[in-house]
Every structure is written in C-alpha cells, then in structure tokens.
C-alpha cells in the first residue's frame, strides 16, 4: 500500500481528510463524516509517510515529534500534511487541497468580500474553527486581488495549501520551516520586500499579532486568521494577548486598522451530502471602531444586525438564508447558531409560522 493510492482514492470519494493511526484502517472524512475504509489496517505509519518525505524533515519529526508539510500528486490534488504522535507511535492527518483556487462567486461568499479584498490597507481577520474552511476563503480573495489589482501580493504559510500563479499581481508564497523560522520573523523583514498586501497564515502569538498590526498601520492590506467564532470574540482574542498595561494602546491601534472580520463555519446541507459555509461578517464603521476603542464590543453584535447597508450579516441571520432556501436543515442551523434562543425566535418569525423542521 503506497501513500499515493490511498490519496488517490480520498480524492475520488470526494473526501477532505486521510487520517492514519497504527492499528487501524485508514479512516477517510467524507462530507463530514468519519468513515473507515476497507483498505488493510496500518501496522507503521512510517511505511506510509517515511518515503515522502526529505531526510531533513525525517530528521526534524524525529526530534520535535510534530510536522506540517505540503505534498502533491500531479493532476490530482495537493495535500497539507501533519505528522505526530500518539501512544509512542507515528500518527498523520493528511487535509486534500484542490488544485483549482474557487473564485469567490464559486464559494458563494458575501458579496462584501470584494469590496473588502480590493482596500488599499487596513487589517482583515479570517476566522472560525479548524476545519471551517479559512484556507479557502483567503485563497479565493488573494484570488480575487491577483485578478483585479497589480500589486505585490507576499504570503507567509505553514504549509503552502494553495499555489497561486501571477496574473496582474506578483506573489511570492512564503513556507514556514523552508523559507523562513516563524511568522514573526518574516513579519520583521516583510516591510524591505515591498508588499502591498500580506497574508499570514495564523496569528498565534503576541510578537505576530503586533507586527501584523503595524504593518497594516503602516499602509499595508493584511490578512490573517484566528480560530475565534465571531467578531466580537475576535476583538477580545486579539486584545487580551497583550498585557494589561498595552491593552488600551492595542484598542486604539486595532480601531484604526481593522477593515473587517468575517468568521465562517461548515454545517451539513439537507440534501445529505456535500456541506456548505455560513458566514458572519463585521465591516468596521466609525461606530464599531468607537466600540473597539472604548472596550464595548460585545455591543458590535447589534451593529452587526443594523449593519446590513455597509454589507454586514450575522451568522444567525445567515442560516435563516440558507433555511428559507432548503439549504441546511433546522436542527443543523440550530447547532450552529450564536445564540440559540434568538435563533429560534427569529426562525419562528422569518418562516411564516414557525421553523421547518
């Protein structure tokens, strides 16, 4: 049993994930759904995983016992690699990418999305939990700005999920391990490569969060993710990594910068296979960057609600969308909802007589 063949035939069940675990058969993710596959039962990850990769990066599991990676198979797809372990034994997720970058019309994304993609500087956070599809959505705004804006566009990964090729943009795509140590060790130089907009793959501490910030605040348009689930919420993440002492500089600084959030999640459709996104946007007016100033955010879900004319949705408001057009079942909707007892009430109001169940 050779890595590729599993792959290969992820792919063609239309699965995202390939999980292996020493003695167990492959387990595929698929619409969702864990499913085990009949292919023979795995007795050492290493046979699988070893022959594709370096000897450095052999050398580098084996010391630290953690390892993202990209692999791709030609004409198939690309994958995002992680390697672990667990029990003493070598463990692997392997995540499928497709080769063909979705536009933002193809995602169904909110129409805001391109008017958010096109500013001239400012920060955009990209959020909501693993899995949830980010990588996605920022692929297809970077996408989007290829098309539309000549500019440099500079991407610090880890790994490299999707390969951009220059349009009107030049991109450089940067990978954690292989071209630069860290996120915040490529933010420091960032500035002398002359980006116009900057993509970093995951704000996971104080220095990265903080020169992300600055370079927004020094004219830059950069994206980043966070696995927070809304706006609010995000605000806070961002804020509380920094000690008390900054934390009222932050606010001032993140007021003048942030563009928008838009924070996303996955939900069975009621058709039964496939999935589809949901989405929650926060566009930032002069309102809500008085808000983030002054310390009020969990007031930004009411400006998110009114926001509708500067193209802000709610995730609660979202799912009803997708429930009035028989997208998504109720009981899902439900689960994923911020707030299920507004949901409820809302649902009951908005479908004429009460939910769809």
Known sequence: MHID???????????????????????????GQLIRTNHPVVERTE????PILSEERKKRFEEFMELDLS????????????????????????????????????????AVTKDISLRPRGLVLVTGPTGSGKSTTLAAIIDHINR????????????????????????NQRELEIDTHSFAAALKHVMRQNPDVILVGEMRDLE????????????????????????????????DV???????????????????????TLLPKAEGTGRVAA?????????????????????????????????MISLDQYLIDLLKKGIV?????????SNPKEFEQLAARLLHGGPRR
């Open 5 to 31: 063949d599993l792959l290969r035939d992820l792919v063609s069940r239309e699965g995202s994930d390939l999980h292996l675990r020493v003695g167990e058969p492959p387990v595929f993710r698929i619409h």
């Open 47 to 50: 046979d699988l995983i070893y």
């Open 71 to 110: 692999y791709e198979i030609e004409g198939v797809s690309r994958f995002r690699v992680n390697c672990f372990r667990q029990r003493g034994k070598m463990g692997a997720v392997l995540r499928a990418i497709p080769v063909k970058i979705k536009t933002i019309d193809e995602l169904m994304l909110p």
């Open 148 to 171: 539309n804006r000549r500019c440099h566009v500079i991407t610090i990964e880890d790994p490299i999920e999707f390969v951009h090729q220059d349009n009107l943009s030049t991109i």
């Open 208 to 239: 990265t969060i903080s020169l992300a910030i600055t370079a927004a605040e020094t004219g830059h348009l950069v994206f980043a993710t966070l696995h927070t689930t809304d706006a609010p919420q995000t605000i806070d993440r961002v804020i």
């Open 242 to 264: 920094f000690p008390p002492a900054q934390q009222n500089q932050i606010r001032m600084q993140l007021s003048a910068t942030i563009q928008a959030v838009i924070s996303q």
């Open 279 to 311: 989405f929650e946007v926060m566009v930032a007016t002069q309102a809500i960057r008085t808000l983030i100033r002054e310390g009020k955010t969990h007031q930004i879900y009411s400006d998110i609600q009114a926001g509708a004319e500067h193209g």
């Open 329 to 337: 079942r109720y009981e899902d909707a439900m689960l994923k909802s």
